[in-house]
Each structure stands twice: as structure tokens, then as C-alpha cells.
């Protein structure tokens, strides 16, 4: 069966650090071009980064930029998001999602999410 | 950035009605475009990719058209199962860019 399975999420205080993770199953995971998308309590969706299949390419939105890095080890077959100088607007639930391959970019298989809570 | 706009924000329909649910993108995006459905609670299930592709395992009540910036998400005749919030996704560059939904509920 495939499989995202997403953990790490916790309440952290303004400014702290959190490092997700998103283990992959039932696919070849070195295959696939891997996103995360956030959704914060009661609002839509939000797309956060993108990782290459083999990690050398990455992008990011500008709310998260120069304070998350999205990284993957495709020998272990997981994907992580580490999230620092964390703020109050990072609230939210994080999806991984894998990337459904060939042109454009639409997202097939979701995990069940995490849930970050920023606040002192 | 491309910026995607839905409408309506939510509509009351009935079981066996026909919905109909649009998306604008900003600028022109070809076919570049999904559509996703979410329950509360769970994670979004991709329904319709390169705007009318009907995603496998999904049920052919939807169907998605339009290119350009104007697309179109149809459930022929509404379930119950198929009372949820709706989202389109622009896949032609990033930033991906999600729609801010559309609540289907219970007339």
C-alpha cells in the first residue's frame, strides 16, 4: 500500500525550531518530486516547498523562505521539513505529498498530517 | 505569482442536485490545473489533474474543463459522501497556488 506517514508536529514557542518528518511506503520513493503544503486551523491550503527526487532541487514559498529547508534521505525513503525562526502564522496542520510525476505538478498521495502549534 | 480564485465560496445543494464550482487563474495557465476534495478532519484527494483528467478510483459524477484561466469542476448528481470542501491548484509554476475553496453542504 502507499503510504505518507508525517510526525514531528508539537507546540513550540515563537522563534523555536521543529524538524518534520514524512516516512514514504509502498513506492519508490527516490523516484518521486516530494511537497509539503500547510493548512492552518479553519483556512485552505497552503504550498510550502517542493524537493527534486534526489534532493538537489529545491523551492520554497516566500512566507517560509530562509527560515525552512526541505531535505530528503532516499535511502531511509523520508522527507523532512525543518522549520526554524517558527511564528505564530506557521500554525497549521503539514501535509507531505507526493508529486504524481510527468508534466505539471499535482499531488496523489497525502499523508494525514502533522500538527505544529506555535505559541508562548 | 499566479493567484487562483474560486466561486462560489460555498453553495447549498441537494442530494442528486448538479454543482458546479469555477476557478480563475490569474494569468493564462494552459490545462495546468487540478481539482481536490477534502473531508474535515482528513487529508485532500486529488479528483481531476491537467483540468479534466479524472484522477484513478475516482468516481466519473466529476468532471473538470477549461484552459486558459477559466476551469470548471461538475458533480453530475450529488452524493452524500460528495458533501465536502473543494480546492483548485494551479500546476504550472511555482508557487503552487491553491484556490480558497468551496464548502458544498447539506441543503
Known amino acids: 500500500e502507499v503510504q505518507l506517514v508525517e510526525s514531528g508536529g508539537d507546540l513550540v514557542q515563537p522563534g523555536g525550531s521543529l524538524r518534520l518528518s514524512c516516512a514514504a511506503s509502498g513506492f519508490t520513493f527516490s523516484s518521486y518530486l516530494m511537497h509539503w503544503v500547510r493548512q492552518a486551523p479553519g483556512k485552505g491550503l497552503v504550498w510550502v516547498s517542493r524537493?527534486?527526487?534526489?534532493?538537489?532541487?529545491?523551492t520554497y514559498a516566500d512566507s517560509v523562505k530562509g527560515r525552512f529547508t526541505i531535505s530528503r534521505d532516499n535511502a531511509k525513503n523520508t522527507l523532512y521539513l525543518q522549520m526554524n525562526s517558527l511564528r505564530a502564522e506557521d500554525t497549521a496542520v503539514y501535509y507531505c505529498?507526493?508529486?504524481?510525476?510527468?508534466?505539471?505538478?499535482?499531488?496523489?498521495?497525502w499523508g494525514k498530517g502533522t500538527t505544529v502549534t506555535v505559541s508562548s | 505569482d499566479i493567484q487562483t480564485t474560486q466561486s462560489p465560496s460555498s453553495v447549498s445543494a441537494s442530494v442528486g442536485d448538479r454543482v458546479t464550482i469555477t476557478c480563475r487563474a490569474s494569468q493564462g495557465i494552459s490545462n495546468w490545473l487540478a481539482w481536490y476534495q477534502q473531508k474535515p478532519g482528513k487529508a485532500p484527494k486529488l479528483l481531476i489533474y491537467?483540468?479534466?483528467n479524472l484522477q484513478s478510483g475516482v468516481t466519473s459524477r466529476f468532471s473538470g474543463s477549461g484552459s486558459g484561466t477559466d476551469f470548471t469542476l461538475t458533480i453530475s448528481s450529488l452524493q452524500p459522501e460528495d458533501f465536502a470542501t473543494y480546492y483548485c491548484q494551479q500546476a504550472n509554476s511555482f508557487p503552487l497556488t491553491f484556490g480558497g475553496g468551496t464548502k458544498v453542504e447539506i441543503k
Open positions: 491537467t483540468a479534466s
Open positions: 524537493s527534486s527526487s534526489d534532493g538537489s532541487g529545491t
Open positions: 505529498a507526493r508529486d504524481k510525476g510527468g508534466s505539471g505538478y499535482y499531488m496523489d498521495v
